[in-house]
């Protein structure tokens, strides 16, 4: 039989001990309530962190996401807002929200007149069945929006 350093250094007990503890930091991790998720008025006041009081108004943005994610840890997603894109009317930013995640703010794109088109896409991973929501700030000041939703079925932070 041959010596093995971790099996003298523990003993069955200690062993069995250390399992029952880390098994019960995962199960009481599974237990985190559901509020802990954003919610409508968290994704208002991250907008409103980033836009200010102005009011969105539909229109300009085109979002091509799935509209059922058979897995909901990478759904792709493209935005593409109209606009000419010159020195005097582009696209500054374009913010993404998940209404249904831990953090309401998913990403942001910054464009100048150089880029040429005002068009990003990213894969983002949803906790759930949630609205995307898509946020264009001109350089005019104007403001638009889109929302969409993603049915997610599995995977995903939850379900």
């Not at 001990?17 to 599974?30: E, K, R």
């Amino acid at each position: 039989m041959t010596h093995n350093p971790l099996r003298a250094a523990l003993s069955r007990r200690q062993l069995l001990i250390s399992a029952g503890v880390g098994g019960s930091a995962i199960a009481t991790m599974a237990l985190v309530p559901r509020s802990v998720l954003a919610d409508t008025a968290s994704v208002a006041e991250s907008m409103k962190a980033l836009i200010g009081d102005a009011a969105p108004s539909e229109g300009r943005i085109e979002l091509d996401l799935p509209q059922i994610a058979e897995n909901g840890n990478t759904v792709p997603i493209m935005i593409s807002i109209d606009s000419p894109m010159t020195d005097d009317d582009y696209v500054k930013a374009v913010h993404i929200f998940a209404d249904g995640n831990p953090r309401p703010d998913v990403a942001s794109f910054f464009f100048t007149p150089a880029c040429g088109e005002a068009t990003c896409s990213t894969r983002i991973r949803l906790a759930k069945t949630q609205n995307i929501i898509a946020v264009a700030e001109m350089s005019n000041g104007e403001v638009y929006m889109a929302k969409s939703e993603v049915k997610v079925t599995i995977g995903g932070c939850g379900g």
